[in-house]
């Protein structure tokens, strides 16, 4: 089944202690991104990446470090996390499609995070 | 700066009738716009996307309009259902990707 997955779903920390959270998807996609949702902002990105050696800041960058060293994979890690990051957090993937005409985002489930 | 506003109050309809969902952009010329569905606790499903040089676009019931002067997208849902309830987010592509805030839909049978 095509698919991003994230992990983990589900996450309480403490100021400081460092984190990350996986995202893969088996759908060979070139662009991956990363965003997070609060409530009355929508979703907001936070990188992006176009492929596996271009990766880019989105909107709100700051706070967060991402890895793409491989096609698959695009982990984003909280070095020191902040009360200000809990929010939900959305990977996603995407390539060009020839229905639509254009890049159609797959998302994950979603990794909700709270940092106390 | 780059700004996306959908109508921030929810949306009541009732069964059968058509929903209008509006986006609305500035500082922007994006290479297309895209609708999403998402539902509570879920993340976002791709519903449509329409480029800068197309007026419309359908699929099944639902309808995309975008009028690159107005900078103003419209999202139709025709005989509308309860299934339909959800929020309906729209996003600007280009290198980045810019979503409004997100319009809750409430269809009522």
Known sequence: ?116 | SQKIEQNSEALNIQEGKTATLTCNYTNYSPAYLQWYRQDPGRGPVFLLLIRENEKEKRKERLKVTFDTTLKQSLFHITASQPADSATYLCALRGFKTIFGAGTRLFVKA
């Not at chain 1, 089944?1 to 088996?26: D, F, H, M, W």
């Not at chain 1, 991104?33 to 929508?42: A, E, N």
């Not at chain 1, 060009?96 to 994950?108: A, I, L, V």
Request: proline share 7%; net charge positive; hydrophobic share 25%.
């Open chain 1, 1 to 116: 089944e095509a698919q991003v997955t994230q992990n983990p779903r589900y996450l309480i920390t403490v100021t400081g202690k460092k984190l990350t959270v996986t995202c893969s998807q088996n759908m060979n996609h070139e662009y991956m991104s990363w965003y997070r949702q609060d409530p009355g902002l929508g979703l907001r990105q936070i990188y992006y990446s176009m492929n596996v050696e271009v990766t880019d800041k989105g909107d709100v960058p700051e706070g967060y470090k991402v890895s793409r060293k491989e096609k698959r994979n695009f982990p984003l890690i909280l070095e020191s996390p902040s009360p200000n990051q809990t929010s939900l957090y959305f990977c996603a993937s995407s390539a060009p499609s020839r229905t639509s005409g254009g890049y159609e985002q797959y998302f994950g489930p979603g990794t909700r995070l709270t940092v106390t």
